[in-house]
């Protein structure tokens, strides 16, 4: 029994050491290697090309190694096998910190400071309360959560949004469209954990950064494509929106002519707010491999929109 390994062709090595070290006595190949498809049991992978899964006639399940599925909702042919997501804690909390990292920035007005640094200016002012700053998180799901957690746990007065009910401790959690849009108006800063599918494409265009406070700060960690990316320029460009720390973009990598890469108010970051750790991810997937073999489903199962 043979895993095939293909994290978009990204740092095999590592994931191949990985896999003998956690699942020594199974076999793994790089996709396109030299290997009988009626070999291959089980599929790690990240943006494997459409239609591959399907050569496999012994294949049991795929384990994706990313918690974002739009990849996978983009397949047109999709394999007959349980397909489950990577949910890392490491992924989340490195998520979570570097989302605390923008706050902390943000609140503390370190681009005042840098720019007063430039002017060789000794100036010091009162800073902003870390309670006295409202964050809200767009998207509750097991990464949001922790994130909206994290911040809360740090003295942010921090909420949650999402479509459905969700709960999280410490986090003031809210749902529904009507909600959002009451609340915005009173947030320093709006977070958009928002995963990428049919219903939130462009889901945060000109009326959601118009209902947010003036002058308030934008994050975003989870997908590119559910940003109007020209409504985002405008919005910062009125003023409207003060900053953005954006990790993610309709287009990756970024093109060179992007209009983010030199606006002052916007930070740019290659898509690595948490990027999956070869080492935690496969002895996640190790896991739950041996589960699966054992007739025990892994939590996470990917549910794909028809
Ligand atoms: C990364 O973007 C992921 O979805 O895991």
Redesign the pocket.
């Known amino acids: 029994m043979t895993i095939l390994l293909n994290n978009d062709g990204h740092w095999h090595d590592k994931y191949l050491a990985a896999l003998a070290h956690y699942l020594p006595d199974r076999k793994a190949v790089e996709f396109g290697a030299d290997y009988d498809p009626s070999e291959i049991k089980y599929a790690i992978i990240w943006k494997h090309p459409d239609g591959d899964l399907l050569n496999y006639p012994n294949l049991k399940a795929v384990f994706s190694?990313?918690?974002?599925t739009d990849y996978l909702d983009a397949y047109q042919a999709f394999p007959d096998v349980p397909v489950f997501r990577?949910i890392d804690p490491n992924?989340a909390e490195d998520m979570a910190l570097y989302t605390l990292y923008w706050i902390i920035h943000f609140q503390r007005g370190m681009e005042v400071l840098r720019a007063q640094q430039k002017k060789a200016q000794w100036k010091r002012y009162v800073t902003t309360l870390a309670q006295e700053v409202k964050v809200c998180v767009l998207g509750q799901g097991a990464i949001g959560g922790h994130i909206a957690q994290v911040l809360s746990r740090n003295g942010y007065e921090t909420y949650g949004w999402s479509r459905s009910e969700k709960n999280f401790e410490d986090v003031q959690s809210i749902s529904g469209e009507d909600s959002l849009l009451q609340i915005l108006p009173e947030m320093d800063i709006v977070v958009s954990m928002l995963p990428s599918n049919r219903s939130t494409r462009y889901y945060l265009n000109k009326d959601i950064f118009a209902a947010m406070k003036r002058g308030s700060a934008f994050i975003n960690i989870s997908r590119g494509a559910v940003v109007d990316e020209d409504d985002l320029l405008a919005a910062l460009d009125s003023g409207q929106i003060s900053a953005a720390a954006l990790d993610?973009f309709h287009q990756e990598p970024l093109p060179k002519n992007s209009a983010f890469w030199s606006h002052p108010k916007v930070h740019v970051t290659p898509?690595m707010s948490?990027a999956?750790n070869p080492f935690t991810s496969i002895k996640i997937i190790a896991e739950n491999l041996k589960k699966f073999e054992k007739g025990i489903m892994p939590d996470y199962q990917y549910v794909r929109e028809v």
């Open positions: 190694l990313g918690s974002g990577m992924m993610v898509h948490g999956t």
